[in-house]
């Protein structure tokens, strides 16, 4: 529907309206019952995990006859152990300070004017995402932390899940006495919910997409509303000269494997020419647990089965258990490959040398930037936000992993005593 007139359809308005409707009784509830209706949601979450996984399953089999790929199968299941993992989230945003009126700036002016800038919620939330029903609760709770309703479009693959857990956070919300429409979905409307939530300027204050590189370049090339864009990530590690071995063995494999269908595992590892040494039992370690390396001609040389690289390896967000490998001589050669492919998602520097990290530190500009740790650390769990509403990689607005604070506007209060303007 790019470029083409689209209006939202009477009942999407009216399912607006109450949304916004919603967040107003959100800015007037107290921090307390805001808290209240969190735990109502983490309890109910923990309570029918039977219920959410039978309909994960659904969801799960229905893809699977699609032709799903394995790593968004991965991120659709829901596990006992996940589901508690939501539950368990939602206790930590509920612990989280509230940022809902914290000053952010306060100073009395000449003429006696008491000025203060202090945090406000957004208003109504949009969410645009695809098979990560983790995020209809992670971003709901954040949401309603920070005092804002939401609306979400969690796309047909998850359909059966996202319904129970609007369902079951709608009556959670109720039973503390906050109105259903805090939160709300537009599932049931399928891409004209979407476009409805790209097209709903005046009614959605800011709209959060999560998802594929694709999913997201639409959302932003055809939203009205205000967008904060979330990227892809491919994701850069760099073996210097002086990087401890296993430290270098431990932190990749870590990157790459331990959950390969997220945005911040590892997509290509750079050694420097000095550390080609350490390759080989990087190489093993990967392989062992059945990593398929796409490497250039002089990393060939020593892992003879590796894949020959290709430009669009370079380029190319994995998803799955495959990584490139690239031989660089310099650690500018190495930021110039990373300036060149990078969507400045997260990277990391493994180097025993000060001098090449605070360089490493300061010349790549991405969202998050490390010194000998693993990338997978890239995350609002890990940072100690409870969950993320996504990582940003856009400069304006948030950067990174977006918690609560992120969550927030301002507003600037002005008390006064009769002053006027000369």
Not at 212 to 237: M, Q
Not at 324 to 351: C, F, G, M, N, P
């Amino acid at each position: 529907m790019a470029g083409s007139a689209f209006t939202i359809a009477p009942e999407l308005v009216e399912r607006f309206h109450a949304s916004r409707a919603a967040a107003r009784a959100l800015t007037t509830a107290s921090s307390a019952l805001r808290d209240r209706a969190l735990e109502a949601i983490q309890e109910s979450v923990s309570a029918h995990a039977d219920q959410i996984i039978t309909s994960n399953a659904q969801d799960l089999q229905r893809g699977a006859a699609e032709g799903m790929e394995e790593s968004l199968q991965d991120r659709l299941r829901l596990t006992q152990e996940r589901v508690q993992g939501l539950a368990d989230s939602v206790g930590v945003i509920r612990s989280l300070p509230d940022p809902v009126g914290d000053v952010i700036r306060e100073m009395t002016l000449q003429n006696g004017l008491h000025v203060t800038q202090v945090r406000v919620p957004f208003g109504v939330i949009g969410a645009i995402y695809e098979a990560r029903p983790n995020v209809t609760v992670d971003v709901t709770a954040l949401a309603l932390k920070s005092g804002n309703a939401v609306v979400l479009r969690g796309g047909g693959a998850a359909l059966e899940s996202n319904k129970v857990l609007v369902s079951l956070m709608r009556d959670a919300l109720t039973s503390v006495g906050l109105p259903a429409d805090a939160v709300t979905t537009v599932d049931d409307w399928g891409r004209e919910g979407a476009q409805a939530l790209m097209k709903g300027r005046g009614f959605i204050d800011v709209l959060i997409p999560r998802g594929s590189a694709s999913l997201i370049e639409t959302v932003v090339t055809e939203s009205s509303v205000p967008v904060i864009e979330t990227g892809s990530g491919i994701v850069h590690i760099f073996v210097d000269a002086t990087a401890s071995a296993e430290q270098a063995v431990e932190i990749i494999h870590n990157a790459k494997v331990q959950r390969p269908s997220v945005c911040n595992s590892v997509e290509t590892v750079l050694v420097h020419q000095d550390a080609l040494g350490l390759v080989p039992a990087i190489a093993e370690r990967l392989v062992a647990s059945g990593v398929t390396l796409h490497a250039d001609e002089a990393i060939r040389e020593l892992v003879p089965t590796a894949v020959p690289a290709t430009e669009d390896d370079w380029a190319t967000e994995y998803l799955s258990l495959d990584l490139s490998l690239k031989a660089v001589a310099t650690l500018d050669e190495a930021l110039e490959h990373i300036r060149t492919y990078s969507t400045q998602h997260t990277e990391s520097i493994l180097t025993s040398d000060m001098a090449n990290a605070e360089r490493f530190l300061t010349e790549v500009d991405s969202a998050a930037v490390m010194v000998n740790a693993s990338t997978r650390f890239t995350d609002g769990g890990e940072f100690g936000f409870g969950a993320e509403v996504g990582i940003s990689t856009q400069k304006l607005h948030a950067r990174g992993p977006m918690g609560l604070p992120e969550l927030t506007s301002t507003k600037w209060i002005v008390r006064g005593q009769g002053q006027i303007r000369h």
